[in-house]
T-cell receptor, first 113, second 115 residues
């Protein structure tokens, strides 16, 4: 059973460009979480999705950030018009149910030039 | 505000020495507790978790943690560390946010094991 997959592992964007981060959960997992890790900080929750639904986006910045988890395909975290402050490691986690162990992917390291 | 506090940002120890990494949380509701380890440029791996039952939880790689409800603590311990234990360790809780399931992380403790 393959683990949580994220791609790309490294992403470089110039200010103003768009960044798309992909997450394929473990087989059988329908719950996906996105977290952001800024330098010298722990991980911060961003958004929690189930198939086709956003359950909790209380940690998402109000502008430029969006997330989806379509019926088919990976979950996507989209950052529009990136700024240098968006440079961070973005981790995806999946679980088979709510209030269950979350399995983390290797992360996408976004660098904004 | 609800939060998770890891009291030590860095813990240097010698190989084969015991170690304790401290974690406290604030919450007025029941929570689930976790410790994760992160090796450089990798994702997080679950070390152990407390959901209910015995307050002493044993995890992988010889680690264990004890849940203390009265002190709202969940300290991680290992009786004898190895060089390979050098990594970043994160304490996390769920049950604190509006949906209840997202993990709230502490800022992490860097464990450095030297010979």
């Amino acid at each position: 059973n393959a683990g949580v997959m994220q791609n790309p592992r490294h992403l470089v964007r110039r200010r103003g460009q768009e960044a798309r981060l992909r997450c394929s959960p473990m087989k059988g997992h329908s719950h996906v979480y996105w977290y952001r890790q800024l330098p010298e900080e722990g991980l911060k929750f961003m958004v929690y999705l189930q198939k086709e639904n956003i359950i909790d986006e209380s940690g998402m910045p109000k502008e430029r950030f969006s997330a989806e988890f379509p019926k088919e395909g990976p979950s996507i975290l989209r950052i529009q018009q990136v700024v240098r402050g968006d440079s961070a490691a973005y981790f995806c986690a999946s679980s088979p149910a709510a209030y269950n162990e979350q399995f983390f992917g290797p992360g996408t390291r976004l660098t904004v030039l | 505000a609800q939060s998770v506090t890891q009291l030590d940002s860095q813990v240097p120890v010698f190989e084969e020495a015991p170690v304790e990494l401290r974690c406290n949380y604030s919450s007025s509701v029941s929570v689930y507790l976790f410790w994760y380890v992160q090796y450089p440029n990798q994702g997080l791996q679950l070390l152990l978790k407390y959901l209910s039952g015995s307050t002493l939880v044993k995890g992988i790689n010889g680690f264990e943690a004890e849940f203390n409800k009265s002190q709202t603590s969940f300290h991680l311990r290992k009786p004898s560390v190895h060089i390979s234990d050098t990594a970043e360790y994160f304490c996390a809780v769920s049950g604190l946010n509006q949906a209840g399931t997202a993990l709230i992380f502490g800022k992490g403790t860097t464990l450095s094991v030297s010979s």
